[in-house]
């Protein structure tokens, strides 16, 4: 019989063990070899050489807690100051990682065998590795996924659509500007514009939004540009076809679009008795779609993920416990 372990403790060990997007292997081998010691039933996945998924599993035929091992770069060794848990992934999803192990294995403890654990890579760069779960022969009717919703179970998350924009020109002299046409002058115009658009709201969601996050164009300060490109991230409330036909008739005649990734948005199962709130970001769960209706819970905030300061109140990180196996068998009942 093993003794309960410390989450803020193994939040910390896992801290220390770095795991960017594509280089997770030596947190799937701590996790694997630490649920193996507990007598789990423990599958590696691989996913490419060197990485893989981790299923842990007993029963089956009931709960899967999830989340992912990989974290943003650069790596952020752990400390531990004022009550709080600092470090990369210390929210974002290490320390839920733990929160979920020890929770299972106070399920297990309590005689509760119809709990799995699934962990996986390359979340924070396409999800190759919840792709690749999806093809596990999963039993599980129900998913509690974890991603850092403050402690309030999420009732729905945002969709993301992304979208290259190409506005074209003539190219010319600089001193001669009159004989070309700039391919920037109209994407500035167009981009202006976006807030103006209609966009989509949902009663649960909310507002649709739009980032633009990359504008490239033009050769030399000296040369008229002759394209021009902007990337953006719309967060979507809704059905994608509502989005693009806004942004059809916006571009007809000015721009082509090309859409590139996307998720959609989704609600999701909530229980009484837990605060609800929407999330405006995306998570792994519409890949999960095999392992049971699903659920979004954790600790910590998205507001400092992907900081230099990331981190977890210590306090909310052993609730986190709690309400993992809370949820748990509420889910069992």
Same mark, same amino acid.
């Given at each position: &019989?093993t003794?309960?372990?410390?989450v803020?403790?193994?939040?910390?060990?896992?801290?220390?063990?770095?795991s %960017?997007?594509?280089?997770? *292997?030596?947190?799937?081998?701590?996790?694997?070899?630490?649920?193996?010691?507990?007598?789990?039933?423990?599958? $590696?996945q691989?996913?490419?050489p060197?990485?893989g998924?981790?299923?842990?599993s007993?029963?089956?035929g009931g709960?899967?807690?999830?989340t992912?091992?990989?974290?943003?770069?650069?790596?952020?060794?752990?400390?531990?100051?004022?009550?709080?848990? =600092?470090?990369? +992934?210390?929210?974002?999803?290490?320390?839920?990682?733990?929160?979920?192990?020890?929770?299972?294995?106070?399920?297990?403890? &309590? *005689?509760?065998?119809?709990?799995?654990?699934l962990?996986?890579v390359?979340?924070?760069?396409?999800?190759?590795?919840?792709?690749m779960?999806?093809?596990?022969?999963?039993?599980?009717?129900w998913?509690?996924?974890?991603?850092?919703?403050?402690?309030?179970l999420?009732?729905?998350?945002?969709g993301?659509?992304?979208?290259?924009?190409?506005t074209?020109g003539?190219?010319a002299?600089?001193a001669y500007?009159?004989? *070309?046409?700039?391919?920037?002058t109209p994407?500035?115009?167009?981009? /202006?514009?976006l807030?103006?658009? #209609?966009l989509?709201?949902d009663d649960?969601?909310?507002p649709?939004?739009?980032?633009? *996050?990359?504008?490239?164009g033009?050769?030399?300060?000296?040369i008229v540009?002759?394209?021009?490109?902007?990337e953006?991230?719309?967060?979507?409330? +809704?059905?994608?076809?509502?989005? #693009?036909?806004?942004?059809?008739?916006w571009?007809k +005649?000015?721009?082509?679009?090309? =859409?590139?990734?996307?998720?959609p948005a /989704?609600?999701f199962h $909530?229980?009484?008795?837990?605060k609800?709130?929407?999330?405006?970001?995306?998570?792994?769960?519409?890949?999960?779609?095999n392992w049971?209706?699903?659920?979004? =819970?954790g600790?910590?905030?998205i507001? $400092?993920?992907?900081t230099?300061?990331e981190?977890?109140?210590?306090?909310?990180?052993?609730?986190?416990?709690?309400? =993992?196996? /809370?949820? %748990?068998?509420?889910?069992?009942?």
């Open positions: &019989m003794t309960a372990t410390d803020v403790a193994l939040a910390a060990e896992l801290l220390a063990i770095p %960017t997007t594509r280089e997770e *292997g030596a947190a799937v081998d701590f996790v694997s070899r630490w649920l193996v010691a507990r007598d789990w039933n423990v599958t $590696v691989e996913v490419t060197g990485r998924n981790i299923w842990a007993r029963k089956g709960v899967t807690l999830s992912h091992l990989d974290t943003v770069p650069p790596y952020v060794p752990p400390r531990r100051s004022d009550g709080k848990l =600092y470090g990369r +992934g210390a929210c974002d999803a290490k320390g839920i990682a733990a929160a979920m192990m020890v929770a299972a294995d106070r399920l297990v403890a &309590m *005689g509760e065998q119809r709990v799995d654990l962990f996986v390359g979340e924070e760069r396409g999800s190759d590795g919840a792709r779960a999806n093809q596990l022969p999963a039993t599980s009717k998913l509690i996924n974890g991603e850092p919703t403050e402690s309030v999420a009732s729905g998350c945002k993301a659509q992304r979208v290259i924009i190409r074209k003539r190219e002299h600089s500007a009159h004989l *070309g046409e700039s391919a920037i994407m500035l115009a167009m981009l /202006q514009e807030q103006s658009l #209609k989509p709201v649960v969601l909310g649709s939004t739009v980032n633009v *996050g990359l504008i490239k033009g050769t030399e300060a000296n540009p002759g394209a021009c490109e902007a953006m991230m719309i967060r979507l409330v +809704g059905d994608v076809k509502d989005v #693009k036909k806004i942004l059809e008739p571009a +005649g000015r721009a082509e679009l090309e =859409y590139g990734s996307f998720i /989704q609600h $909530v229980v009484p008795g837990f609800t709130a929407p999330m405006a970001y995306t998570s792994d769960i519409p890949l999960l779609g049971g209706t699903p659920l979004l =819970y600790p910590g905030s507001h $400092v993920a992907h230099p300061d981190y977890i109140a210590e306090d909310e990180l052993r609730a986190s416990v709690d309400a =993992y196996v /809370q949820l %748990t068998k509420h889910l069992l009942k």
